[in-house]
């Protein structure tokens, strides 16, 4: 870093709110990139840590099991779409991306498919910061310029046009099919976030698009992957946003909110079917194997926020916080400065003309006592399930201020 931005030292954070070294308080719309979702120090998940750290906090996945792990995949399988069966913990949202596209090669290669080596997706996502997922990230916003020649080289089809409600375009799924026609026999799988684009630029489209995309793999034999790194466990509305189309994907990825935002774990589930095939090849076993695969800590939190979570009425949460952000962002639409305001779930975004000034819009932020962290040309919340009315309400009032500030705002884009 040769032009450091200036960092907030935190002291400690309840709830939905950071306290700073400094004693101030902030309101937090981020969940620390979406994963807090139950807030900051929660009784239930301090517990579980507290009572697994007295039995072990890691042992080592090979050879042997546990009780947390075992716990965990039984709730994953249970409340992820019908027909994900099988769990496989990795460490990290990306590590669980490159899992994912191993499983879809060593799938192909089973199937005696072996040129199929290659990714479908769409312009726009981001998938992780690893090579595997850095690979499919958006070729123009992601880092693909920076590791050109690195990068093992995908193929790109636009992202579905904008719109959560917006009806289908025939002349879209017309190229859809085309660009299937030309590369599937190419591809071991199509990769994609369901319904969300999160980091790639906080973008919504018609989960029907989806059910397209699903019958097409079929129609081709490439497996579907859906990264719900972001969009799972409520944040979209329904609890994995995959339910928006009613459909299970071969293969899902699922991690930041896992946890509740204690510690970092991910998982990648498959089908019966992707594992049973992978099972019949040479290699007898899909071939990934972290040291801290499955960490004992890690499992129990992530039991607990999953049982806290279903025990919390979040749909009716979720339903309450999309209706106070629309009504509370919505005054930013008549701004010059704003391009578009949306909403989905949890999720409520500003996006503007021109790129923000990050530095002194941060400094705005937590002068006016709120976490909110833009990039680009989106200032946008994601916060913790459990913020109030009152504090939704604080978050967009800063939000919409600081969009009438041009000072706020870079020059050109
Ligand atoms: C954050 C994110 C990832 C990467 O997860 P990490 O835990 O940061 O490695 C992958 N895909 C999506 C959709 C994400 O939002």
């Not at 060593?106 to 690893?130: P, W």
């Amino acid at each position: 870093m040769s032009e450091p931005l200036p960092a907030y030292p935190v002291a400690s954070a309840t709830a939905a709110t950071i306290t700073l070294a400094d004693g101030q308080e902030l309101t937090d719309g981020m969940a620390s990139w979406w994963c807090a979702i139950h807030g900051y120090n929660v009784a239930e998940l301090n517990e579980a840590a507290a009572a697994q750290l007295e039995k072990m906090s890691h042992v080592m996945f090979g050879g042997l099991t546990h009780e947390p792990a075992v716990e965990l995949g039984k709730r994953l399988v249970d409340i992820s779409p019908q027909g994900l069966n099988r769990v496989f913990l990795a460490d990290s949202g990306s590590v669980s991306v490159e899992v994912a596209m191993k499983m879809a090669v060593q799938y192909q290669q089973a199937r005696a498919k072996r040129g199929r080596t290659k990714f479908l997706t769409f312009r726009g996502g981001y998938h992780g910061d690893t090579t595997g997922p850095m690979s499919v990230c958006d070729p123009e916003g992601g880092m693909h310029s920076l590791f050109n020649g690195f990068l093992p080289v995908h193929r790109f089809f636009r992202k579905p046009p904008p719109g959560f409600t917006a009806p289908m375009e025939e002349a879209y799924l017309e190229e859809l099919r085309m660009f299937f026609a030309d590369y599937a026999h190419t591809a071991a799988a199509f990769i994609c976030e369901p319904v969300v684009q999160g980091a790639g630029g906080m973008y919504f489209y018609n989960p029907d698009y989806l059910s397209v995309l699903k019958s097409l793999c079929e129609e081709h034999g490439l497996l579907l992957i859906f990264d719900e790194i972001a969009t799972g466990f409520g944040r979209t509305g329904k609890l994995f946003a995959a339910g928006h189309a009613g459909l299970t994907p071969d293969i899902l990825c699922l991690g930041k909110a896992l946890t509740g935002g204690y510690l970092t774990l991910a998982a990648t589930l498959c089908t019966d079917q992707v594992a049973e095939v992978i099972g019949r090849s040479q290699a007898k076993v899909l071939m990934h194997g972290p040291t801290f695969m499955a960490n004992p800590l890690a499992c129990a939190i992530a039991c607990a926020s999953i049982d806290l979570l279903l025990r919390s009425n979040w749909a009716e949460r979720i339903t309450l916080l999309s209706k106070h952000l629309a009504l509370h962002l919505r005054p930013a639409a008549q701004l010059p400065l704003v391009k578009d305001v949306r909403v989905l779930g949890g999720i409520g975004v500003i996006e503007t003309h021109r790129p923000v000034r990050v530095a002194e819009i941060q400094a705005f932020f937590v002068a006016q006592g709120v976490w909110i962290r833009p990039f680009g040309r989106l200032i946008y919340l994601m916060p913790p399930y459990v913020v109030t009315e009152a504090e939704v309400e604080k978050l967009c009032s800063v939000m919409v201020a600081a969009c009438g500030r041009v000072e706020f705002f870079a020059g050109e884009k």
